[in-house]
């Protein structure tokens, strides 16, 4: 079982192979469009990576409404159990 800790850093550097924004400089409360400059193809493939690292299956709704790290970390915990 993955611990939180390690399943919050994989999330960040998830986040940081496709913003090329260092894992470290990724905060909860920063916004996956805004801050972080994802655009819905970005999105897609930020998706496509959790499901495959974490072995999940996201509804695109419940996706969608992600706004921000602290969002994602939170639907990757609700994912694992």
């Known amino acids: 079982m993955i611990t939180p800790q390690a399943q919050e850093d994989r999330v960040r550097q998830i986040l940081s192979d496709l913003t090329n924004v260092p894992p470290a400089d ?18 897609m493939e930020l998706l496509s990576m959790l499901a495959e690292e974490f072995d999940i299956d996201v509804e695109m709704e419940e996706a969608a409404a992600v706004a921000d790290v ?7 915990r609700r994912h694992l159990g």
Do not use: K, T, Y
């Not at 920063?30 to 655009?39: A, C, I, M, Q, S």
């Not at 602290?70 to 990757?76: Q, R, Y």
């Open 70 to 76: 602290a969002g994602l970390m939170a639907l990757a």
């Open 26 to 43: 990724i905060r909860a409360g920063d916004r996956l469009r805004e801050d972080l400059g994802l655009d819905s193809v970005g999105s």
